[in-house]
């Protein structure tokens, strides 16, 4: 499930933490830069695990910091393919189970490999598992339910950076509605901004960094 991985990078030291230790100082900047975020290729960086070498610091005229060259250890979530691992049901809808565990919830299970004899009721939008055909006994995997299940394959996506603009479609466009006691408009609807709000196709979700597809089957 956890994995090292051996990383360099160039840190940078901000005169502010020039009184904590070095090593000290260098870890922290490393984990507030890496825990938590998708490494492409790699998993879900945790935190640094250790550091293996460090440079001398070296100075950049007109800047008060000081940049190391650093190579060390990370631990990385990155299950290996065939790994059972457990968690909870998130989400269940008819296309399969959307899993969570204690830090990590873009796993997902389709329906095809879900329990064999398995099937989705609509009704109580959960999936139903029978062990058994001699048997009338249904399991049915409700939310928040744990369930064990198997690595089946892992995805990376490469995401785009976005800058905090690019979310904003014409939001700062400013809406003309016609004038009703002006006699020229008397044809034109006034609700035709509204419904052409109502007919702007819908921005399709981004796929996650990083996304495992898991089965229950054997």
């Not at 399991?139 to 905090?164: A, S």
Request: hydrophobic share 35%.
């Amino acid at each position: 499930m956890f994995i090292l991985s051996v990383i360099s990078d160039l840190v940078k030291i901000r005169p502010d933490e020039f009184g904590i230790p070095r090593k000290k100082a260098i870890v922290r900047n490393l984990n507030k830069k890496y825990s938590n975020k998708i490494i492409p290729n790699l998993g879900l960086a945790i935190s640094v695990w250790d550091l293996i070498t460090v440079d001398v610091g070296l100075l950049k005229p007109g800047d008060g910091s000081i940049y190391i060259n650093v190579k060390f250890r990370i631990v990385l979530f990155k299950p290996f393919i065939g790994e059972v691992l457990e968690g909870w049901i998130e989400e269940s809808i008819e296309d399969g189970l959307k899993i969570k565990t204690l830090f990590f919830n873009e796993i997902f299970i389709p329906k095809d490999l879900i329990f064999e004899n398995s099937r989705f009721d609509p009704i109580e939008k959960c999936w139903i598992w029978r062990p058994d055909l001699d048997d009338d006994t249904l399991l049915y995997l409700d939310l928040n339910e744990r369930i064990r299940f198997r690595i089946h394959q892992e995805i990376f996506n490469n995401i785009k950076p976005t800058g905090p603009n690019d979310d904003e479609d014409d939001e700062d466009e400013e809406e003309v509605l016609p004038n009703p006691n002006n006699s020229n408009n008397q044809n034109v609807d006034i609700n035709q901004n509204s419904q052409a709000e109502n007919q702007k196709p819908k921005k399709e979700p981004k796929p996650p960094a990083y996304a495992l597809i898991a089965s229950c089957q054997t």
